[in-house]
C-alpha cells in the first residue's frame, strides 16, 4: 500500500467552536483510513492526538500549473460542499 500524495486542511465549525481536520489522501487500492490512522498515532510517523483528522476523504488530488502543485482551494471547496 502506498499513497501518492495527501493534504490536510481545516474548517472551522461553530458549533464547535474548534476547527474540523480534513485529510485528503490519494493511494493505491487497499489503503483504509485505518492503516493510515494507525500510522499517524504510532511509530516513526506519529503527530499529536490532537491533530489527527476528523475526517479523511480518499480522491485524486487536484493539481495545477506547470510545477503541479496541489490545487488547496480546489480541495477547500470540495469539504465545504461536503458539508452541506
Do not use: W
Not at 13 to 31: C, I, N, R, W
Not at 59 to 74: C, L
Amino acid at each position: 500500500m502506498r499513497h501518492r500524495g495527501s493534504c490536510n486542511g481545516g474548517v472551522y465549525k461553530h458549533e464547535k467552536q474548534d476547527e474540523e481536520v480534513y485529510l485528503a489522501v490519494e493511494g493505491t487500492e487497499g489503503l483504509t483510513e485505518k492503516y493510515i490512522l494507525e500510522k499517524l498515532s504510532f511509530g516513526s510517523c506519529q503527530i499529536e492526538k490532537e491533530a489527527l483528522p476528523d475526517r479523511m476523504i480518499f480522491m485524486q488530488i487536484p493539481r495545477k500549473g506547470r510545477q503541479n502543485m496541489i490545487d488547496r482551494g480546489a480541495i477547500a471547496q470540495l469539504i465545504l460542499n461536503l458539508r452541506q
